[in-house]
Each structure stands twice: as C-alpha cells, then as structure tokens.
C-alpha cells in the first residue's frame, strides 16, 4: 500500500487516512536476550549494540544478533549503557549501575577490558553518585553529573583515546605470549574541570555583565528553594531542597573561535565546547574544551567562554546533530534557538501560554551529519518538537529572515482514555518528517508531521508483545535504518485477556527487531545522504557570508519593517478607540 502524497490539506489527509486502513509492519526478526535488560544502546556505526542487564552487560552485533562478548558481575546491575567507536577496531563503552558507579570499557578483538572507574567510593559516608553520563562520538570526552552529601557538581573527562589504542594493542600482544591472566594498568581518565551551579566569578572577562546575571541566577535559585520550603511546611512534609539538576550538550567546531582550530582534523564527532545550564537558572554557558594545559585547572572553577542569558528560567534543550543550533525551552511558553556561529538568537517563537510547563525539546534533524553541516547556510530552517507536562505536543519551524511556524499536534494523539497516552514520541532521524511514537497500551506507530497521517503500524506478534510500555527499552539505529526495541515471548494460553501486558514470570525478554527498510511503505521516507555544502571554516569566511546573506535579504527586511509599522499604526488606532477607565466608571 502506497502512502497518498497529492496535492490535498494536510486536513483532508487525516480525515482520509482515518476511513482507511492503516499499514500494518510487523516485526523482520525476533530472538532472546538476557533476562532483566534495563537498557539498550546502538553504535553510531551501527555495527553493534550494547545490553545492560541485572548481572552486567553483553555486545551484540546487529546484523547478526549474537552475543560476541559479554561482562559479567553478580552484584552489578546497569542501568545505563553507551557505545562509542574509538577507532576500526576498538569500541569505548560507558555504563552506570543500581548504586550511581560509572565506568569506561574498551571491546577489543573480542574482549572486554575495564579501563576505568570515574566515581569511585573510597568512603562510605562520601559516597558519589552518577546522576547523569554522556560520552562524547568517538569517546575523547565524557561529562559526569556527580551527586555528594546533598552537593552536585559536573565533571569533565578527557579520555586517553590514542594512549589506550596502544595499551590494548600492548595487552593483546602479552595475552598471546601468556598463558595465564595479564594484570594491566590503564591509563587513568583526567579532569578537564569540574563545574558548580553558577555563582559569582572571582575574575575573568566581563566581569561586570556576568556578575549581573549570575547574581540574577543566585537570586532565582534561592526564592524556588523558600517557596518549595514553604509548600512543604504547608503539606506537613519534612523533606530537604531538591538539588540543582545540570543539563549539558557537547558542541562541534563552528568556526567561530580560535580554539577550535585544535581539534582533531577529519574528525566529524570531535567535540571542542560544552554548553551548560543548571535546573533554576536563566542562563546557558558555554565552555571551550581545547584549552591550554593546565596542572591546576581540574581544581579551579572554570569561567565561561560564553554566557547566554534568557528572559525566563530554562525548563529543557536541545542541540541540532551539527551542534550550530541550541534550542531552549523557557517557562514563559517561549522557544528560543541560539545559533552558535552569529552568537546570537536565530529565533525567538511563542508556542502556548494556555498549556503547561514543557517538558522536553527537539530538534527534528532530517540529514545525516556531514563534516559541513555546522557551516550550513543563514536562511536554511529548522524544525523543532516540543513536548508539555499535560501531553500537548507542538512542532516549531523557524529560521533568520523567515516567518515562524507552530503546529499543535494533539489532535493526531487524541485520546480516549489514559491508555492510549504516549510515553514515547521521538523524531526518526533518519525518515523524513516521521515520529516514533509509543503508547501506555503497547500500540507502536510512525506519524508523519507535515501530512498529519498515521504512515504505519508496528505491529508485534501477538506472543511478543512491547515490554513495559511505559518505561521501554529501545534504540533506534541509523546505519541500518532499524529499531530495536524490548518485548516479551509468551505462549498463546499465557496471555490473560484482562491484561495487556503478561506478567515477567510468565515471559522471556526477547528483541524486537524492525528494519524500515524492508516495509515498501515506510521506504519511500528513508533519508539519502544529502550533498555536502561549501565549509566555511575561519572567522573571516563566517562574517562574509553573514554579510552577503544580509544583503540578499534586504528586500525583504524592508518589506517586513513596513509590515510591522502597518501593525503598530493599526494598534495604535484600536487603543484609542478603546473606552478609558474613566469613561467608564
């Protein structure tokens, strides 16, 4: 079945597809994994996945679902894994367990190997825990939210990435001449810097300005904290401040600062900033990563390279794949998206001031990363989801010299009863205009956001249903333009009819495995990797391009200035005719 793309309303679309039937997509292959997976992690490559479960955790290669290692430990149950390539033959791995440990593991030439413990408990009564851990691609770097006696900081690691390749080369070569285990010791981890919720800096460049809005951020922070003091002495709950959450991106060469020019060449991945803002806060700072070495720079609060400030409190982010653009979500109902190479704001929409707070943001991405795509160009557009605490959902198109466009989508997930209430609805980077959205229910559809139509149905075997629908366990693979997802294997008798969803006794943890690419239906959406555009690298080439784009523009900055006055003057003439206070009374 063919999906209808004419020349009809989006409108007409959706009332059509709703009398039709909707393709269904069944699963391409389904087999067992270990009990007890918490979750599920894809290579950028797509070549392998990595499975945290309750006694460690296991690589799997993609294509051929077997198990090709596996690390194993009783009492260690991850409950996050990440899977980077370091190079063609070593994969750098990080996880976090039930107790807030992080680790970095290598997989080479079949092996596992522990390279290091970032947090680790020397004392009881000080013990950290890992609230949050990201690795940049390519596992140079790696930022740790750690948790302390009621204190949370960031830290910033740099990984030993070449000095690793070597060492595991080493160890291979000394595996082979031995029969027995060989004992190594790894290169550790170092601190770049760690990072404090903002507070007022001792020096450093603008001085002034960043007093300003860090004494703004200090001021906000403390009258959350009196006011959930004060709503807890109201309900009668002893129950402390809540910590301040960090939330982090690493950033991509821009070509905006002198120091980026450091990075690794012809390395796509290779991170050179860290943006950061904390829970509470109106700014969004950024820090630059290839610095000068320094002994003391671990132990010193770094200053940041840039400051962002906002008119509201900052509630989520999102970054772009090329990391240009950084998209905050504030608590006015406001959409604000920064563009890292002007260092200005590319927009600023209004989304809802009638829903509630949002929740989460992002970027709908419709093109694989290209070494040119942080270069792109001034007048291209971008297209954002935004996602509320009531289950509103609303999609941003934006950009410099064009109109902004919103679109409520709640509409499309209308729902009947509290059931049907998404839990998951994420962008498909790799099919166009496409989300992947999940319901409490277990039903799995792809919906088009442009055309408002319901492309497919993923629909599992009746014996294989999704796995704990509400919390699932899922990755989505962009090499191979697949999504593995977390189901149950049941016998046909074992399915209670008052239950959606078996009891885990009653059922074995198996992958759900759907390649898009194989559904005629969902085929024709598949991205094919776009020409790369011209690379703009220096400063200098950034700023000519500004200005051209500024004076091929100029037409229609003039038309929208006379646009806006027209409006102005029609305000103006409705504000007085408007009756005064006096006249009424």
Known sequence: MSVHMGKTSPHQNWKKTSRQKTPTFKPSATTQIPECTN???SSEDGRYLGLGHSQGFSIWCASSLIAVAEWLHDTVEMTFIQITRMSETTYVLGTVDDMGVARVFAYHNEDIHLLSVLNIMENVNKRSICLTYEMSEGGDYAAASISCNGAVWLEVYSFPSDVWQKELEMALLQEQDSSGDVDLKWSPASVVFKITPSKMPADGPLEDFFAHCLAL???????HQQEEQASNADTGKIKAASERRCTHHFLLPCGRFIGESRAKPQSVGFPVALCVWWSGSQNLFQYLLQKAPNKKSADVEPVPDELWPNANEILCSAVSRSTRYVALGLDSGVVCVWDRQSGSPLSVVSVSAADSAFLRIQFVDNSPLSADDSHSSFTEKVKILVLCKNGAIHTVTTGRETQSCTMQLTDLLRTKHSGDLPTVVTSVPFLQNLLFVLQRNGKVFLLDVINKTTVCLLVPLSTHPIASPCNPVYALNAKQKTLFIKGLHVSAHDLMPSCSV????????????FRFGESDVIKQY????????????TLEETCDLYLQQRALSLDERRKAQKQTWNQLKETEVAVKRRPSRSTIS
């Open 526 to 537: 598949i991205i094919s990797p776009r020409q790369q555009t011209p690379n703009y690298v």
């Open 217 to 223: 951020d200090t001021h906000i922070s403390s009258r």
């Open 39 to 41: 979750c599920l992690a």
């Open 502 to 513: 078996p009891s885990p006794g009653e059922s074995q943890s198996q992958l759900l495995v």
